[in-house]
């Protein structure tokens, strides 16, 4: 191809607006990550508490006649914090239903009534507690919708380059 057709202002801005939108959506994911890092850091500093399981058990729930049937893992937890008896109720910083009851007692599993064991209970917020903490995977994924960033500036950054180059 000539150099004319390849630094035609379509073909600049074509590139240009290509790499900017490649590291646009990869810098959404970086954010997405980053932020869901940032929540499950948090919750590493929570204070570690006993706690006594009273009840753990999935339930079956259908919202209207027409929709599909959905699990809800459900574990019940007392624990005291700072002479304060309170229930628990998240396994999770962030439990949600499965359609899928296997995946539903799995969840359960690790917590039968009865079980003593231990909660993280936000001391600024002493009723949010959880019995399980988030991984902190997603700062280890971080890397690859980095590449799209960096391939996106440098896809936008090569265009700009060509372009004043052959001016």
């Not at 064991?117 to 991984?135: A, E, F, G, Y």
């Amino acid at each position: 191809m000539s150099d004319k057709k390849t630094n035609s202002p379509f073909s600049v801005f074509g590139s240009i607006f290509f790499g900017s939108l490649v590291a646009f959506i990869g810098s959404i994911f970086v954010y997405g990550l980053l932020m869901a890092y940032g929540k499950a850091k948090e919750t590493r500093s929570w204070q570690v508490t006993p706690c006594l399981i009273v009840k753990s058990e999935v339930q079956e729930s259908k919202p209207t006649p027409n929709s599909p049937l959905y699990y809800v893992s459900l574990v019940e937890y007392v624990y005291n914090y700072k002479g304060t008896e309170r229930i628990g109720k998240s396994i999770k910083r962030v439990d949600g239903p499965s359609s899928d009851r296997k995946k539903a007692e799995k969840k359960i599993l690790p917590f039968p009534k009865g079980k003593r064991t231990q909660c993280w209970v936000n001391p600024k917020d002493p009723d949010r507690v959880i019995l399980k903490q988030s991984t902190l995977a997603p700062l280890y994924t971080i890397w690859f919708p980095g590449l799209f960033v960096v391939a996106g500036i440098g896809i936008a950054l090569n265009a700009i380059r060509r372009a004043t180059k052959n001016e």
